[in-house]
């Protein structure tokens, strides 16, 4: 166990794996090693989850908009902008 916890990755680590380009670019004994800190620290598994929500609403606003949402978009800004 002691030999196992001298290579597990600090919460430090974790997050910034998980900042940068994720568990898909780290090797798969590093990606065990992770995951099985996830598995055990509450602070870096709840961090992870919000690490990935905020990826999915990155992707779901960078998608491409369609007309009608663009010409709305643009209504609502003029609108809340007052008159000039």
Known sequence: MKLMMAFMPTCREVAKT???DGL???PWHRRLLIRLHLS???????FARQMDRICEALKAAWSA???DD???FKRRVIDR????
């Open 18 to 20: 998980l900042c940068g």
């Open 24 to 26: 898909a670019a780290e």
């Open 40 to 46: 055990q620290c509450d602070f870096c598994s709840r």
């Open 65 to 67: 908009p369609q007309g």
């Open 70 to 72: 663009v010409e709305a």
């Open 81 to 84: 902008l007052g008159p000039s």
